[in-house]
């Protein structure tokens, strides 16, 4: 059910991007929606071969009766609210921690060496990022004894508002103002596919905004059609066997300079994207 919902949003998003988009892009974009397909594919594949951890813990911890849950009595919704607020914040944290260390960053660089923002690019992971967020998911299921339910329908919402908030939808702008009080919206996270590193290493949160504001990393968005998209450090093809590798290998400068570490990639893409 969650593959046919995914799918089925996928297809309704494209058809909206092709009605009313954000920006045109180029003309004769299947050699870049290739490999975002495979990737995405694989993404699929990782999240079923180990959602047996995410069952499996669930069941664990429910029939012994272990977490939070168990201890506080509070109604049902409410703590498939607070399910769902709990793993919104890891996946946060897993986030950001793909942008601070360097294996983290060499995985999210496939992701954000997109350098055309579409629904194609909200799958378009590592297979390596995708078990560095299922991990994240196992303590707010026993910290709080989950139930598989709750998780399946954290994931859904997951799926769904990843697909929404990278989709190249023009949206109306007052609307968009007012969801993005709650809810991570398109404009606010093409920010974080920005060329321009401080505007990169921001808007992290995945369905909620408000761990953004509540850790000082929101940038508001005044303009999209400005953004430039991808990563100015990013001379590795974009093939799906050069994005398979890119984790494993060190990242390549366009300037042809040698290779930039991880760890340089801040300075580096600070001068090549520093704006008047």
């Not at 196992?138 to 990843?162: E, H, K, Q, R």
């Not at 921001?202 to 905004?209: G, K």
Request: net charge positive; charged share 15%; with cysteine.
């Amino acid at each position: 059910m969650r593959l046919v919902f995914v799918v089925g949003l996928y297809v309704l998003l494209i058809s909206i991007e092709a009605i009313i988009p954000l920006v045109r892009f180029r003309e004769r974009r299947l050699s870049r929606t290739f490999p975002n397909l495979g990737l995405t594919a694989l993404v699929l594949l990782t999240n079923l071969a180990l959602s047996f951890t995410a069952a499996w813990l669930s069941t664990f911890v429910v029939s012994h009766r272990i977490g939070l849950l168990f201890v506080v009595a509070i109604p049902e919704w409410a703590g498939v609210l607070a399910g769902v607020i709990v793993l919104d914040l890891g996946a946060y944290a897993a986030h950001v921690l793909l942008h601070k260390t360097d294996f983290g960053w060499r995985s999210h660089r496939v992701h954000h060496s997109e350098s055309e923002v579409d629904v194609t690019t909200a799958l378009r992971q590592h297979p390596f990022e995708s078990l560095w967020r299922i991990a994240w998911q196992l303590p707010a299921i026993a910290l709080l004894g989950l139930p598989m339910t709750t998780v399946l329908f954290y994931l859904v919402l997951s799926a769904a508002n990843a697909q929404f908030e990278h989709a190249n939808i023009r949206m109306n702008a007052s609307l968009d103002r007012i969801l993005r009080l709650i809810f991570v919206t398109p404009n606010m996270h093409k920010m974080h596919h920005s060329t321009y590193q401080p505007e990169t290493d921001t808007n992290y949160s995945n369905i909620f905004s408000f761990w953004d504001r509540f850790f000082k990393t929101y940038t508001d968005p005044k303009n999209v059609l400005r953004l430039r998209y991808g990563l100015d450090d990013c001379a590795e093809p974009q093939t799906f066997g050069s994005l398979l590798k890119m984790p494993l290998l060190k990242p390549i400068a366009v300037s042809g300079s040698g290779p930039v570490l991880p760890h340089e990639r801040r300075e580096v893409r600070r001068q090549s994207s520093l704006r008047p």
